[in-house]
């Protein structure tokens, strides 16, 4: 249904399953809409079940085989504390094999100006899903070049 999905600082916490949550986590949003949100109490599975880093460890195939891109940025200086969870989903990602373009914006916090540096970025990220650029011709050559040596020593 989707080609792409950009984000900046997501509120994600650094764990898969509700049971290694801690109220430090989630500081940021109060008891009744954590409730509102999964139940009450909160409901472990649906919690999971809606949890961006299981679903990526669970369904990483699914992800894969979908083709979606995805685009996800955080500011280095988040006073909402997302830096360290967004840098987490962002290795959950690496170790799946999905790719992304991951930009933590020096200086930038969770709001502000990091929207001015990175909206545009999004903007243009999402083009290039709608309308790929295709292969760079000189980095075509480059790999031609390279192949033998790549091939020499099993790199291929």
Same mark, same amino acid.
């Given at each position: ?17 509700? =049971? ?19 139940? =009450? ?29 995805? /685009? ?29 373009? /991951? ?12 929207? /001015? ?33 790549? =091939? =020499?020593?099993?790199?291929?």
């Amino acid at each position: 249904m989707y080609g792409g999905i950009a984000v900046i600082s997501p509120g994600l916490q650094p764990v898969l399953y509700w =049971k290694d949550v801690t109220p430090a986590m989630h500081w940021w949003i109060t008891d009744e809409q954590m409730e509102a949100a999964y139940g =009450k109490p909160v409901d472990p599975a649906y919690w999971e079940a809606n949890n961006s880093n299981l679903i990526v460890t669970q369904h990483s195939r699914r992800i894969l085989d979908s083709g979606i891109q995805i /685009y996800l940025s955080v500011g280095d200086e988040d006073s909402m504390l997302f830096t360290g969870p967004v840098e987490h989903f962002h290795q959950i990602l690496l170790e799946h094999g999905i790719k992304h373009e /991951y930009h933590v914006v020096h200086g930038g916090d969770h709001f502000g100006r990091i929207m /001015y540096l990175t909206i545009p970025e999004q903007l243009e990220f999402l083009g290039r899903v709608v309308n790929p650029p295709g292969p760079d011709p000189q980095m075509q050559e480059f790999r031609e070049v390279i192949a033998p040596a790549k =091939k =020499k020593f099993g790199l291929e």
